[in-house]
């Protein structure tokens, strides 16, 4: 004969367990990050940012910068932890001083970067992505030196 304990037990086991994954996060753990991008107090017109793990997360991200504004969906979104920030936005211009490929010239534009090594390959700009709240990062870029006219 069945006890009511084991009755009650067996009944109720695959309730809990039915609710409790109606309330896991879909995201897992994912949260969204949006933000501007200045360069010399300008919007940036196009580039990309992209987030590096710091703390060991699984979320590298990034993702196209438009119009001085970025925006990583939840669902794509990172992890939270801190992150080294990577920019990036070419002049899309061939240098002058450059040679522009083989005989007859080339179709390939050679882009300087816009932004300084300080924000791009040799960034340590850090940000940490919070469970809560709003994940805004906004950076305001000086021009890469590179680029800055000669006299």
């Given at each position: 004969?069945?006890?009511?304990?084991?009755?009650?037990?067996?009944?109720?086991?695959?309730?809990?367990?039915?609710?409790?994954?109606?309330?896991?996060?879909?995201?897992?753990?994912?949260?969204?990050?949006?933000?501007?991008?200045?360069?010399?107090?300008?919007?940036?017109?196009?580039?990309?940012?992209?987030?590096?793990?710091?703390?060991?997360?699984?979320?590298?991200?990034?993702?196209?910068?438009?119009?001085?504004?970025?925006?990583?969906?939840?669902?794509?979104?990172?992890?939270p932890g801190?992150?080294?920030?990577?920019?990036?936005?070419?002049?899309?211009?061939?240098?002058?001083?450059?040679?522009?490929?083989?005989?007859?010239?080339?179709?390939?534009?050679?882009?300087?970067?816009?932004?300084?090594?300080?924000?791009?390959?040799?960034?340590?700009?850090?940000?940490?992505?919070?469970?809560?709240?709003a994940n805004?990062?906004?950076?305001?870029?000086?021009?890469?030196?590179?680029?800055?006219?000669?006299?």
């Amino acid at each position: 004969m069945v006890s009511l304990r084991a009755l009650l037990v067996g009944s109720l086991l695959p309730l809990v367990v039915a609710l409790s994954a109606g309330c896991s996060d879909k995201h897992d753990g994912r949260m969204e990050v949006t933000g501007a991008v200045k360069l010399q107090g300008q919007p940036l017109k196009d580039g990309l940012i992209r987030f590096v793990p710091l703390d060991g997360q699984d979320t590298p991200g990034g993702g196209p910068i438009q119009n001085g504004e970025y925006k990583i969906p939840r669902a794509n979104g990172l992890k939270p932890g801190k992150y080294l920030v990577q920019l990036s936005s070419g002049d899309g211009k061939t240098p002058n001083d450059e040679e522009a490929g083989g005989p007859g010239g080339s179709t390939n534009i050679v882009s300087v970067d816009r932004i300084p090594d300080e924000w791009n390959v040799r960034s340590k700009q850090q940000v940490e992505v919070k469970s809560s709240g709003a994940n805004r990062f906004d950076f305001d870029v000086p021009l890469n030196p590179r680029l800055k006219k000669k006299p």
